[in-house]
């Protein structure tokens, strides 16, 4: 193992969706705030995990430019900043556990998972409502845009084999055929859901044991959300948002339930099992902290247009900034800074944060100027850290409509809806983990960095 890759001077991050946009705007900004920030005998390590071998190998090549453009890049015992990669498909869960193998047997530990991946699905827009909108209600229609919509009910592709499939149903008394179709033997799975949430749970349970060996614990796990969530955005009884067009925003608004109540006493019970590494019976101590931001508003593709309405939706990006909006970060590169900020911070900064105002969701935000910072972003239910009769820090600058103040109630309320959030989504992991035959392998998973 090289100087720099030993476990207690090198800090391990592992980045989903790493190729493009956001996700690779984080690894360049990543690599160049630990380099300005760390001493010169520290080295990081970005695991960035993509689709492909190919989109690996690009990714990698121009991560590498990235950084021989650095400055201080370089330490006596060579280059301070390493890569290493990993396929995985998050709505694939054999992907996501082939993806944590790999990382089990090659990796000695993660210090922080930043779990950026993800999909928005085909979007349809309303083009009368978003002309008008534009000319009457410019700022707030290009923050919060009401005239979007998602397509209702996209199944991800199935994720047995016929033959595993009939095996698995076999065993629980369903009735199977031979021509019976992997998708006819197992529930449906919410493409989205999966690829936004579901997929990065299973990896960050699979990667407890590594998990385990970060060099400053706890390690943390840092779920990149969205702006726009709304309440009314999300049902626990459609945990996985198949009958409604606003499966994205479903599944930014459960991102943000389960990372602020991951620490809270109501939901101990299931994080505890959560927390618990596959083929042990005590939870990790101390348990990694969820974290949760979002990139305020991005010129990314995640909702594609054409090139001649993309550059237009960029202009008008620009305009809100300098009306005021404190959310229009644009780039992708100004989107990263909460999400960097989240994985390099000292644990006392954001511990000495989090104990003065509460539990918080992050977010990347701008002045008119362009100049970046973070700030606390309201959550429906939980306000702007949990706290009744919390300020507001910006006024209404930057806050949806039809917000509420905190009170007593909603806080409650929020609890009570992260409880059962939790209680639903470890059903589900273990519902799935039986039906893909994680079990046979809990022992690799718990042994798998023994000696590190």
Known sequence: MPQSDKPSDCTYVLITGANTGLGFATCCRLADEFLTTRATSQSLKLIVSTRSAKKSKDTISRLQQHVDSIPHSKSISGSRISFHTVQLDLASLRSV????????????????????????????????????????????????????????????????????????????????????????????????????IFGHYLLAHALTPLLAHASHPPARIICVSSLETPDYAFSLTDLQ????????????????????TASLPTSKPYTDKFFTPPGSSRPLAPRPRFYVCHPGVCATEIFPLFFVLAWIKILTFYIARWLGSPWHTISTRKGACALVWLALAAQETLDGLEEQGGLGKWGSATDA????????????????GGKVG????FGNRGRRRGAK??????????????REAWKEMEALREEWEERLGWGGIAGRLSGATKGW
């Open 97 to 196: 556990r082939a993806a944590a193998q790999e990382l089990l047997s090659s990796v000695p530990k993660i210090d922080t998972i930043i779990c950026n991946a993800g999909i928005a699905g085909p979007i349809t827009i309303d083009w009368p409502q978003a002309l008008w909108a534009a000319v009457v209600d410019p700022i707030y229609s290009v923050t919060f845009p009401y005239f979007a919509k998602g397509s209702l009910g996209l199944i991800a592709k199935p994720q047995l084999p016929t033959s595993v499939g009939k095996d698995a149903n076999e065993s629980s008394g369903v009735p199977t055929s031979s021509s019976t179709s992997p998708a006819a033997l197992e529930p449906p799975l919410g493409e989205i859901f999966s690829a936004n």
């Open 241 to 260: 948002g198949l009958t409604t067009t606003q499966a994205y925003h479903s599944s930014k608004r459960l991102t943000d339930i389960l990372a602020l």
């Open 369 to 384: 100027g362009g100049s970046e910072r973070v700030r606390r972003t309201e959550v429906d239910g939980w306000g702007y």
């Open 390 to 393: 919390q300020g507001l820090e």
């Open 405 to 418: 103040d905190l009170t007593v109630e909603d806080r409650e309320a929020f609890e009570d809806l992260g």
